[in-house]
């Protein structure tokens, strides 16, 4: 007896809880149980709508089932509590996938983290959060993974430009947050960033700064090259930069005295050389650039605890779509990092490549349809074209007719 994906998703998950605390996990394996789960927000009326659907091409019609924004040009606002606990001292893990099949124009996949302070049904865009997370898109212009952090009260973007994924296709996002202050950012189990939160974010003032007190000294040569003073112009080299084309004629019927004096056209001189300047040597007086000097910031002060945030309890979904469609699924908060690349793995690993098949199986045969109809629209097209020959053809006749 062949056993459905989903009773062996449902066992790697069991074998996945008892190596690893897991704070939040969401599948939506239960159909429209989720409804229980997730609270929308009720701050204004027209949020728009979610709907449970694996979407148009998918490697598994149950495991890819996930919610979808469902309504254009709308603002989306739903989220899912757990119990409230601490990062301190250990690996925080981020993890869900994202799939734009309606290859968005405009809008965002990214997830938020809140406290348990957060009131859901009246949730909005100005809600203080913990962490956001997730690919952005609007045209060419932005393509990015937002990596945002709440300190003391403010947000703090991500110094580092992370491109994010833009096609169709399902992808698997992972944010690691250590406790020794660094952070790593995974895109399909593949890591695209990683450094230290306090260099990559601009969340405490800088630990060294410019002395205010040093100048460079006013006989400080940082002119790497001078003009070599023996070097001169060749004699021919003057000359101009267009001349007249030897092989223009003078047009036969030219009058002088109603055209004006004739004159040639004009073509690019090929011995122009442009203006002349003397070759370059090195400068014997060059001390190289002058580096300000650097003192300790007297204001700087260290916070080992830049990474912790003490009542983690909600991971929200807030975002505006132009063109709706996004599917958000495998959502996944633990504090094992090898194990969340392991359900990583089970998850967006398993169904990947068959995506991949079925969405190029169906442009095929779009595909295939378009080639069959073309000669049809040709000969529709050619036949209007042939009526509306014979409507003037007919409409000359009665007018000659008439004559």
Not at 92 to 119: A, M, R, W
Not at 199 to 222: G, N, T
Not at 262 to 270: G, L, Y
Request: hydrophobic residues 30%; contains cysteine; aromatic residues 12%.
């Amino acid at each position: 007896m062949k056993l459905p994906a989903v009773f062996f998703a449902l066992l790697n998950c069991l074998a996945f809880s008892a190596h690893a605390t897991i704070f939040f996990k969401e599948q939506f394996l239960d159909g429209d149980g989720w409804k229980s789960r997730w609270i929308q927000s009720k701050h204004k009326s027209d949020y728009g709508q979610w709907k449970l659907t694996a979407g148009k091409f998918y490697g598994d019609a149950e495991l890819d089932k996930g919610l979808q924004t469902s309504q254009d040009a709308h603002f989306y606002f739903v989220s899912a509590r757990f119990q409230p606990f601490s990062n301190e001292g250990r690996p925080l893990v981020i993890q869900f996938t994202v799939k734009h099949e309606q290859n968005i124009d405009c809008g965002g996949g990214y997830i938020k983290i809140f406290p348990s302070d957060l009131d859901q049904s009246a949730m909005d865009a100005e809600s203080p959060f913990y962490i956001m997370f997730g690919p952005d898109i609007c045209g060419r212009s932005t393509q990015k993974v937002h990596v945002i952090f709440n300190y003391k009260g403010q947000g703090y973007l991500i110094k580092k430009d992370i491109k994010c994924k833009v096609d169709e296709l399902t992808h698997l996002y992972t944010l690691i947050i250590n406790p020794d202050q660094t952070y790593e950012v995974k895109i399909d189990n593949t890591q695209v960033a990683s450094g230290s939160l306090e260099d990559d974010w601009d969340i405490l003032l800088p630990e060294k700064i410019k002395d205010p007190l040093a100048k460079k000294p006013s006989d400080w040569v940082d002119q790497a090259t001078i003009d070599d003073l023996t070097d001169t112009k060749p004699e021919d080299w003057d000359q101009p930069e267009a001349i007249p084309d030897p092989t223009a004629r003078k047009p036969s019927d030219w009058d002088d005295g109603m055209d004006g004096e004739w004159e040639p056209r004009r073509m690019t001189n090929p011995d122009y050389k442009g203006d002349w300047k003397p070759k370059q040597i090195d400068n014997p007086d060059y001390k190289g650039e002058w580096k300000h000097p650097e003192i300790d910031n007297p204001e700087y002060v260290h916070d080992p605890t830049i990474y912790k945030f003490d009542n983690i309890a909600v991971l929200a979904l807030d975002l505006w779509q132009m063109r709706s469609g996004t599917i958000f699924d495998n959502f996944l908060i633990t504090d094992d990092i090898a194990e969340a690349e392991k359900f990583g793995e089970q998850t967006w690993g398993v169904t990947t490549e068959p995506e991949k098949t079925m969405r190029k199986e169906q442009m095929s045969l779009a595909q295939e349809q378009v080639d069959e109809e073309q000669p049809e629209k040709d000969h529709e097209e050619e036949e209007e074209d042939a009526e509306e020959d014979d409507k003037r053809v007919n409409n000359e006749h009665v007018k000659n007719t008439e004559l």
